[in-house]
């Protein structure tokens, strides 16, 4: 017989109790038994939603605000449909898939997590890092600080590692350590959302924002995936006309990558594998189905779209249709990061205008060529160089002190970073176990989370250059894997074998498949795009994948249906 769990059992009671004294009630029993929901924050408030929010502003002012928003209800239709799934049958996701619908599948879920998990974890690094050296601590770890350069990564990075690997460790321990872990983890999401919303609170109070224009940003419009922003118009215009192709070309391709990039990180395929997993932890079942989609809300969307916008809402009141600082200012010095991407901007426009002719040109007649660069577009390629949260809380000292332009600012920037470094872990964790059918909670899924700790290396890989902006070809890589998740959950809900008695129905069943169809055909197509907008080696070599997976998947399914045929 099976034994009790007295915590689960009480949890179950005060949910029918709070469902008999009407909805308040079961708010109120939501909120307290809230936990899977605030992990897909901690996760999701990372360096993928921070720099794609970041470059949003910078590219599309507000009028991207709406487009983060978007990503994350439609990934939430997809955490809602594998929670149904998880709690009203009574196999754990991974076998089941591999039973019900595809082991290909399954087995693509779970390895395509684990190296979404190690590649993502790499700009988490960075991110804190960036937020240490730059915000925090300039005069410890910062380049002229204690340590220097190189040693004050390596101590901040092991500090991180330390502070996460501690945290994580809690998470096996059931009871008091479970909660414990969930705690930090809500403290640390609180702290990303007082830290972001304190900084747009600070600048409505010195008026430095359109509240109309920014309400405006909210309303969703897919168009500005294949056009400039409006704001960038008169200043293409002033441009000679033979070359305002060039720069919209630019902004669009900037923009394309962006948005793939925000939309890849609202919801990651790594998340799909955290909610399931993260609700069986607690013992959840059927009767939970409520508080999945409750927690989904609380602890997912609001967060999300709180601090994201309040992201974007900051970096285009500061950066949108502006220059870098120093770029076109005589006597004032630009950063080198926004030297270097201002004379690659200007080498660009200079190619295009030479054509062939380009390439056996003298490096000094190309230097006095390029200072020769008509102003307007001189003005363009200081206006799209790439800034980070350093260039942002700099350029907020003058408007809100040091205190909240640098310090708060900071502080927000290394809870997204170590929120996320910590859930990655986790989940490295829950994939290894399930691949090699170890139990949960033990020695070997403690060796698991240590898997996504290849992150470490980003910050030693990535040097040189804008450490955030390491966040969107990551993102953008991460999204060419949602797919396999979206279409193989998709398949679950619609699946008689797995579901049973607990398969949706009627017009639910017709809403519920709507839903996931339009969630998993964005997924499809920004994937798509994904990879068929890479260099032609990374694109034929995704395209290769992505047709060998289709054909394992229909030559599998035969095999198994023929030998159940013969048997």
């Given at each position: 017989?099976?034994?009790?769990?007295?915590?689960?059992?009480?949890?179950?009671?005060?949910?029918?109790?709070?469902?008999?004294?009407?909805?308040?009630?079961?708010?109120?029993?939501?909120?307290?038994?809230?936990?899977?929901?605030?992990?897909?924050?901690?996760?999701?408030?990372?360096?993928?939603?921070?720099?794609?929010?970041?470059?949003?502003?910078?590219?599309?002012?507000?009028?991207?605000?709406?487009?983060?928003?978007?990503?994350?209800?439609?990934?939430?239709?997809?955490?809602?449909?594998?929670?149904?799934?998880?709690l009203s049958t009574d196999e754990k996701p991974f076998s089941a898939i591999n039973r019900h619908i595809s082991p290909v599948l399954g087995w693509a879920w779970a390895i395509g997590t684990l190296m979404a998990n190690?590649?993502?974890?790499?700009?988490?690094?960075?991110?804190?890092?960036?937020?240490?050296?730059?915000?925090?601590?300039?005069?410890?770890?910062?380049?002229?600080?204690?340590?220097?350069?190189?040693?004050?990564?390596?101590?901040?990075?092991?500090?991180?590692?330390?502070?996460?690997?501690?945290?994580?460790?809690?998470?096996?321990?059931?009871?008091?350590?479970?909660?414990?872990?969930?705690?930090?983890?809500?403290?640390?999401?609180?702290?990303?959302?007082?830290?972001?919303?304190?900084?747009?609170?600070?600048?409505?109070?010195?008026?430095?924002?359109?509240?109309?224009?920014?309400?405006?940003?909210?309303?969703?419009?897919?168009?500005?995936?294949?056009?400039?922003?409006?704001?960038?118009?008169?200043?293409?215009?002033?441009?000679?006309?033979?070359?305002?192709?060039?720069?919209?070309?630019?902004?669009?391709?900037?923009?394309?990558?962006?948005?793939?990039?925000?939309?890849?990180?609202?919801?990651?395929?790594?998340?799909?594998?955290?909610?399931?997993?993260?609700?069986?932890?607690?013992?959840?079942?059927?009767?939970?189905?409520?508080?999945?989609?409750?927690?989904?809300?609380?602890?997912?969307?609001?967060?999300?779209?709180?601090?994201?916008?309040?992201?974007?809402?900051?970096?285009?009141?500061?950066?949108?249709?502006?220059?870098?600082?120093?770029?076109?200012?005589?006597?004032?010095?630009?950063?080198?990061?926004?030297?270097?991407?201002?004379?690659?901007?200007?080498?660009?426009?200079?190619?295009?205008?030479?054509?062939?002719?380009?390439?056996?040109?003298?490096?000094?007649?190309?230097?006095?060529?390029?200072?020769?660069?008509?102003?307007?577009?001189?003005?363009?390629?200081?206006?799209?160089?790439?800034?980070?949260?350093?260039?942002?809380?700099?350029?907020?000292?003058?408007?809100?002190?040091?205190?909240?332009?640098?310090?708060?600012?900071?502080?927000?920037?290394?809870?997204?970073?170590?929120?996320?470094?910590?859930?990655?872990?986790?989940?490295?964790?829950?994939?290894?176990?399930?691949?090699?059918?170890?139990?949960?909670?033990?020695?070997?899924?403690?060796?698991?989370?240590?898997?996504?700790?290849?992150?470490?290396?980003?910050?030693?890989?990535?040097?040189?250059?804008?450490?955030?902006?390491?966040?969107?070809?990551?993102?953008?890589?991460?999204?060419?894997?949602?797919?396999?998740?979206?279409?193989?959950?998709?398949?679950?809900?619609?699946?008689?074998?797995?579901?049973?008695?607990?398969?949706?129905?009627?017009?639910?069943?017709?809403?519920?498949?709507?839903?996931?169809?339009?969630?998993?055909?964005?997924?499809?197509?920004?994937?798509?795009?994904?990879?068929?907008?890479?260099?032609?080696l990374f694109k034929w070599a995704g395209i290769t994948i992505v047709a060998a997976l289709i054909i394992a998947v229909f030559v599998v399914n035969a095999l198994r249906k023929n030998r159940s045929v013969c048997g």
């Amino acid at each position: 017989m099976e034994k009790l769990n007295p915590r689960l059992e009480s949890d179950r009671k005060l949910l029918k109790e709070a469902r008999k004294k009407g909805t308040m009630a079961s708010l109120g029993a939501f909120s307290k038994l809230s936990g899977p929901g605030w992990l897909q924050s901690a996760i999701t408030l990372g360096g993928g939603s921070l720099a794609s929010a970041l470059y949003l502003g910078v590219l599309g002012g507000y009028s991207l605000l709406w487009l983060q928003g978007v990503a994350v209800i439609l990934g939430v239709i997809m955490l809602g449909a594998i929670s149904y799934v998880t709690l009203s049958t009574d196999e754990k996701p991974f076998s089941a898939i591999n039973r019900h619908i595809s082991p290909v599948l399954g087995w693509a879920w779970a390895i395509g997590t684990l190296m979404a998990n190690m590649v993502w974890c790499m700009p988490q690094f960075s991110l804190s890092v960036a937020a240490v050296q730059q915000n925090l601590l300039p005069g410890i770890m910062g380049s002229d600080g204690l340590f220097g350069n190189m040693g004050g990564k390596i101590v901040t990075c092991a500090i991180l590692w330390t502070i996460a690997f501690a945290i994580v460790m809690q998470s096996g321990n059931k009871g008091k350590g479970t909660k414990i872990f969930e705690w930090i983890l809500k403290g640390l999401v609180g702290l990303i959302i007082i830290s972001f919303l304190g900084v747009v609170l600070k600048l409505t109070f010195v008026g430095a924002l359109d509240w109309g224009a920014i309400f405006k940003g909210f309303i969703p419009d897919i168009g500005q995936f294949f056009r400039p922003s409006e704001t960038y118009i008169p200043f293409i215009n002033a441009v000679s006309p033979e070359f305002q192709s060039y720069w919209t070309d630019k902004i669009v391709g900037m923009q394309q990558n962006v948005m793939i990039a925000a939309a890849a990180a609202a919801v990651g395929i790594n998340q799909t594998f955290l909610m399931p997993y993260s609700m069986l932890n607690r013992g959840w079942d059927k009767d939970f189905r409520g508080q999945a989609i409750f927690d989904l809300g609380t602890g997912l969307v609001i967060p999300f779209i709180l601090v994201t916008s309040c992201v974007v809402i900051a970096s285009a009141s500061q950066f949108h249709t502006r220059p870098g600082t120093g770029l076109l200012d005589p006597g004032v010095s630009a950063p080198a990061k926004l030297e270097g991407q201002y004379s690659n901007l200007l080498d660009g426009r200079l190619k295009a205008e030479m054509k062939s002719g380009y390439a056996a040109l003298p490096k000094e007649e190309k230097t006095v060529r390029l200072e020769a660069l008509p102003e307007a577009d001189k003005k363009m390629a200081a206006m799209l160089v790439k800034r980070d949260a350093f260039n942002l809380a700099e350029s907020l000292t003058p408007l809100m002190g040091h205190t909240f332009s640098s310090v708060i600012f900071g502080i927000g920037v290394l809870g997204m970073g170590l929120s996320t470094i910590i859930i990655l872990m986790l989940i490295s964790g829950f994939v290894v176990c399930e691949m090699f059918g170890f139990p949960h909670g033990g020695k070997e899924h403690k060796w698991g989370c240590m898997l996504a700790s290849v992150g470490v290396l980003g910050p030693f890989i990535w040097t040189g250059k804008t450490l955030f902006w390491l966040a969107v070809p990551t993102s953008v890589f991460c999204m060419m894997l949602l797919p396999i998740a979206y279409v193989t959950f998709f398949l679950m809900m619609n699946s008689k074998a797995l579901m049973g008695g607990a398969m949706v129905t009627g017009v639910k069943r017709n809403v519920w498949n709507i839903m996931m169809g339009i969630a998993s055909l964005g997924a499809l197509i920004a994937a798509g795009w994904s990879v068929w907008n890479r260099p032609p080696l990374f694109k034929w070599a995704g395209i290769t994948i992505v047709a060998a997976l289709i054909i394992a998947v229909f030559v599998v399914n035969a095999l198994r249906k023929n030998r159940s045929v013969c048997g």
